[in-house]
């Protein structure tokens, strides 16, 4: 994608943990869904695409760092932008906001997923598919 | 509320688990989001009203009718209609459809949720604030 | 089963929202935790159980009372009883104690869930498994 | 600590996805739950703790990665290893095994979180507690 692609989202109740702000691995879920919502955007189905029946597209490595803590009703703009690594590999970087942030630019967290193309029943590395192709060079 | 508030949600890989289905917990999660955007649209903060500082209003009842099941990627429209049990209680009663199926109207699921106001100290019940009353009588 | 079968559990940090408290869907959630701990116990394999290649028993019904709080840290015992309800359903009752309250026997919250066997290809009952009315019966 | 603390955990229902294994966030909510389970182990009152009243310990960074996918019903041990970082701040190395490989040790995962004690008034990071600096030093 030569430009980011960017969602919305409303931090809910069942994000957060007792610290009253977002649990931490609940900060890459958020992300996985601006990912689906990417997908989704390009017109890949997502039914079939994550019930992985031929290939699968596992995640291998997720990392996030926080700079500041979300709360039960911010509302939130996730940006990211996939990279092809190899022909069975791409990793996504995303950057978080909240909205009323988005023009000075100060991240909330950034958080990077790398994701390796497998065949589901050898478990072995095989091609990206087409329409990912597609989906990280639009 | 004199006609129900409606909330569209895409299913997301999160909510589903290995029978690739939503996973039966999270079905009354979605229900919960679409409260908090029902709250949130009647101009109330959702950020002081989950953290509960004085009072909070803790579910003691949830139910769950599932009709059919929920795939990753599916687009649903959840209703939701608030009656007041008591001035210190009030139910929710949720309907979850398919996008298309809307017309016909026939659900996915159906849920009720119970709700008690109590002051957070004594943790006794309390009456609903003026802010809740309106929300439910809208 | 004649006798109930006991699960020990310490709530999470995981299980907690911004309330302090556990979010009330997670409630089912360690039921369902408890129903995965006696079907193991009872010999029967979980990772096939649940993929559901042929058969699944998903869960058509479940309701949740509460009547304490649970925090971080709290350990509790959740027992559970199944009872068959047909050829092809099953229901599951539960309730939870905190740990230190077993003697006197108030509980934290009670639980029922409902089960319908069904053939994954066509999606329409059929009769519960040897394995799953011996757990039953046991 | 000298030597790593080990945490024992099944895989539940709830950890999986669509794709039938552990959901890639969940993966670091089975090393936080091993990590409750050391400051339990080490006399830490995990209620008290993780509500934050005065001083709370975010994490500011996880990564993890993959080997390995984990379903539903594997038995699995998590070891941890936590590193004083400065007066402020820790970091915990993780690494998840199956329950029958931990002689050979190939490890399904390996993961680090790296946590801040802040002054929950102002937000500004202060000198982690004795009960932390015993907990990690042990």
Redesign the interface.
Known sequence: MNKSFVYDR?I???D??????V????G??LC??AY??SL?ASGI???S????EAI?V?????????FK?M????RITISLKPTLLSPESFQIEYELFFDQDEVEKKAIAKAI?KHTCIDINT?KRCNLSQELLKWIEH
Chains 1, 2, 3, 4 share one sequence.
């Open positions: 409303t809910r109740f069942q957060t943990d007792a610290a009253r702000v649990y931490f691995a609940n890459l879920s996985h869904e689906e919502a989704a189905d997502l039914k695409f994550f019930r992985g699968a596992p995640i291998i490595h997720a990392s996030i760092d926080f803590p709360f039960c009703g911010d997923t478990r």
